[in-house]
């Protein structure tokens, strides 16, 4: 069964249609890439599947569960809606760190609030800090920053700051890890840090929806491809077919461009 | 004159000076947050009303103010008044209200929108959000603003003179009849103090959120 299944998803802002019939399935240890130009609404459809925005119509579903269904008008309480939005993590294009926190308190923040809820809280408090900071730790290793976990994010470089909301963002292990332009706020040279996590994340098989405009990272890094145009999807595929042989005028148009 | 009748008169009026200050920030603050919440929300008529009432607030002289809350009653329907210390104090606590609802508009409005959104993603509630993320960056970026206008507040004290409310400028005034003028510069010695005092207040207070930025 697929990890993630969209249908029909609709989106417009006043009147202007930014995500037109978008539908697309994703198992479970791939990783899609979104290419497109600006303004296409990659970036839209991220948001939907984060809840940060509501679609018009369509259905999203994560493992079989619905998570959204736009046929069903139901008041969905807002304790279920933050535990179907753990299904996804989200990876802002402006890193979006808690400037108040070190890169360790950005890593476990949301895991020891979450830590409230679980009906041995108060007693088992310590062991499940432990817990949260243990594995925090790790991953915060695991991004090479180890020896950052007291700076503060004004301290760390871009792609550094970037490295500590990859982190953030698996510490809640969510099934599908999104990217939106991960890099696209870094100065060139920093760009080769965070793309190389990203594709060790993609060579351990994490679930991953990456919305890019590095095309050669995304050729080399991702399972699927889809090309997104004016809100609708034009083209998808294997990495090697749409970026090697695209059917479409529009993609090919846009692909000369990012290649020149 | 004995120097002791002087001292006695002007910390006699300096209480009163410290009293209205200190009741005034101890109101203004909170009512301050209620009106922001008011100017931003998204319910249009309550948004519009509340801009005009700061509008309205900021835009007249507190003096004026103060005049038409103690005699307003009086005069317009004849109700009692109410007495001078209350009408100063309310007097006060709506204009600073005003201008402080304004401050923390442009804190909170500061913060940027991804903050809150981080924390979505993060599945924290809204309430979590609130008081593990925004309120320290707000109250990072209205320190300046507010210690700018709480140091005003300590000056503007002195209109309560205008209903006769014995504070430090009128008590020092009173001595002019005598012709003497030395008091007021006391008086403005205590102003110095007493600012001097709250400048050292804010900039610890500064310098221990300049931790991060």
């Given at each position: 069964?697929?990890?993630?299944?969209?249908?029909?998803?609709?989106?417009?802002?006043?009147?202007?249609?930014?995500?037109?019939?978008?539908?697309?399935?994703?198992?479970?240890?791939?990783?899609?890439?979104?290419?497109?130009?600006?303004?296409?609404?990659?970036?839209?459809?991220?948001?939907?599947?984060?809840?940060?925005?509501?679609?018009?119509?369509?259905?999203?579903?994560?493992?079989?569960?619905?998570?959204?269904?736009?046929?069903?008008?139901?008041?969905?309480?807002?304790?279920?809606?933050?535990?179907?939005?753990?299904?996804?993590?989200?990876?802002?294009?402006?890193?979006?760190?808690?400037?108040?926190?070190?890169?360790?308190?950005?890593?476990?923040?949301?895991?020891?609030?979450?830590?409230?809820?679980?009906?041995?809280?108060?007693?088992?408090?310590?062991?499940?800090?432990?817990?949260?900071?243990?594995?925090?730790?790790?991953?915060?290793?695991?991004?090479?920053?180890?020896?950052?976990?007291?700076?503060?994010?004004?301290?760390?470089?871009?792609?550094?700051?970037?490295?500590?909301?990859?982190?953030?963002?698996?510490?809640?292990?969510?099934?599908?890890?999104?990217?939106?332009?991960?890099?696209?706020?870094?100065?060139?040279?920093?760009?080769?840090?965070?793309?190389?996590?990203?594709?060790?994340?993609?060579?351990?098989?994490?679930?991953?929806?990456?919305?890019?405009?590095?095309?050669?990272?995304?050729?080399?890094?991702?399972?699927?491809?889809?090309?997104?145009?004016?809100?609708?999807?034009?083209?998808?595929?294997?990495?090697?077919?749409?970026?090697?042989?695209?059917?479409?005028?529009?993609?090919?148009?846009?692909?000369?461009?990012?290649?020149? | 004159m004995p120097l002791s009748t002087i001292a006695a008169t002007?910390?006699?009026?300096?209480?009163?000076?410290?009293?209205?200050?200190?009741?005034?920030?101890?109101?203004?603050?909170?009512?301050?947050?209620?009106?922001?919440?008011?100017?931003?929300?998204?319910?249009?008529?309550?948004?519009?009303?509340?801009?005009?009432?700061?509008?309205?607030?900021?835009?007249?002289?507190?003096?004026?103010?103060?005049?038409?809350?103690?005699?307003?009653?009086?005069?317009?329907?004849?109700?009692?008044?109410?007495?001078?210390?209350?009408?100063?104090?309310?007097?006060?606590?709506?204009?600073?209200?005003?201008?402080?609802?304004?401050?923390?508009?442009?804190?909170?409005?500061?913060?940027?929108?991804?903050?809150?959104?981080?924390?979505?993603?993060?599945?924290?509630?809204?309430?979590?959000?609130?008081?593990?993320?925004?309120?320290?960056?707000?109250?990072?970026?209205?320190?300046?603003?507010?210690?700018?206008?709480?140091?005003?507040?300590?000056?503007?004290?002195?209109?309560?003179?205008?209903?006769?409310?014995?504070?430090?400028?009128?008590?020092?005034?009173s001595f002019?009849?005598k012709g003497l003028?030395s008091p007021?510069?006391?008086?403005?010695?205590?102003?110095?103090?007493?600012?001097?005092?709250?400048?050292?207040?804010?900039?610890?207070?500064?310098?221990?959120?300049?931790?991060?930025?």
């Amino acid at each position: 069964m697929a990890i993630l299944e969209v249908t029909g998803l609709n989106k417009s802002f006043s009147g202007t249609a930014v995500l037109s019939d978008v539908g697309f399935s994703l198992e479970k240890g791939e990783s899609l890439a979104i290419i497109g130009s600006s303004g296409s609404g990659k970036t839209t459809l991220l948001r939907c599947l984060n809840f940060l925005e509501l679609p018009d119509s369509g259905k999203i579903s994560v493992a079989g569960e619905t998570v959204f269904d736009s046929s069903d008008r139901s008041a969905v309480p807002e304790r279920e809606l933050r535990r179907r939005r753990l299904h996804f993590g989200l990876v802002f294009q402006s890193f979006n760190l808690f400037p108040q926190y070190t890169a360790l308190e950005n890593v476990t923040l949301a895991g020891r609030l979450l830590a409230r809820e679980n009906p041995g809280y108060p007693r088992r408090r310590a062991e499940l800090f432990a817990e949260i900071d243990e594995n925090a730790r790790a991953l915060l290793d695991s991004v090479g920053l180890i020896s950052k976990l007291g700076a503060y994010p004004h301290e760390l470089s871009g792609g550094q700051q970037q490295r500590v909301a990859i982190a953030r963002a698996l510490a809640l292990s969510p099934d599908i890890l999104c990217f939106d332009e991960p890099t696209s706020a870094l100065d060139p040279e920093l760009t080769g840090e965070v793309l190389r996590v990203i594709r060790s994340l993609a060579s351990s098989h994490t679930t991953m929806v990456i919305v890019t405009h590095e095309m050669q990272f995304a050729r080399e890094v991702s399972d699927k491809v889809i090309f997104i145009d004016g809100g609708a999807i034009v083209e998808r595929g294997a990495p090697e077919d749409v970026f090697g042989n695209p059917r479409h005028e529009r993609t090919k148009r846009f692909l000369e461009r990012y290649s020149g | 004159m004995p120097l002791s009748t002087i001292a006695a008169t002007l910390l006699r009026g300096f209480g009163t000076t410290c009293l209205i200050f200190i009741i005034t920030l101890a109101l203004a603050a909170p009512l301050g947050l209620v009106v922001s919440f008011g100017s931003m929300s998204r319910f249009a008529p309550l948004r519009i009303l509340t801009r005009a009432f700061v509008w309205i607030i900021r835009g007249s002289p507190l003096m004026l103010q103060m005049i038409i809350i103690y005699y307003g009653p009086g005069l317009l329907w004849s109700g009692t008044a109410l007495p001078r210390f209350s009408a100063t104090i309310t007097a006060f606590t709506i204009n600073y209200a005003a201008y402080f609802s304004e401050i923390y508009r442009g804190g909170i409005e500061g913060v940027p929108r991804g903050q809150y959104e981080a924390g979505l993603v993060l599945g924290m509630t809204k309430t979590q959000i609130f008081f593990k993320i925004t309120l320290l960056q707000v109250v990072k970026r209205i320190l300046p603003p507010m210690s700018n206008e709480i140091i005003t507040l300590v000056k503007d004290t002195s209109l309560a003179r205008i209903i006769a409310v014995r504070e430090i400028i009128m008590e020092a005034y009173s001595f002019m009849a005598k012709g003497l003028i030395s008091p007021l510069f006391y008086a403005g010695v205590f102003y110095l103090i007493f600012n001097g005092v709250l400048q050292v207040i804010f900039g610890k207070a500064e310098k221990k959120l300049a931790y991060f930025r």
